[in-house]
């Protein structure tokens, strides 16, 4: 196990944010992601349209995918 100082809790919340998502739920709103990783809908909101900038995440209307 790492030191916790060496431990990025961000990246860590931005793949899970990634791991919501499985070939059963492809496709999921804001709440959706938010309500699977544990996190406000705010700080969700910010990891996918982050995600969708960066090019691994795609929105269409109200549903996110990756």
Same mark, same amino acid.
């Given at each position: 196990?790492?030191?916790?100082?060496?431990?990025?809790?961000? @990246?860590?919340? $931005? %793949?899970?944010?990634? /791991?919501?998502?499985?070939?059963?739920?492809?496709?999921?709103?804001?709440? /959706?992601?938010?309500?699977?990783? $544990?996190?406000?809908?705010?700080?969700?909101?910010?990891?996918? @349209?982050?995600?969708?900038? %960066? $090019?691994?995440?795609?929105?269409?209307?109200?549903?996110?995918?990756?």
């Amino acid at each position: 196990m790492i030191n916790s100082k060496d431990f990025v809790e961000s @990246l860590d919340k $931005g %793949l899970a944010i990634i /791991e919501a998502f499985d070939t059963a739920a492809s496709r999921l709103t804001l709440s /959706e992601v938010a309500a699977r990783v $544990g996190i406000t809908r705010a700080a969700a909101r910010r990891f996918l @349209l982050t995600l969708t900038e %960066l $090019g691994y995440a795609r929105m269409d209307e109200r549903h996110f995918s990756l």
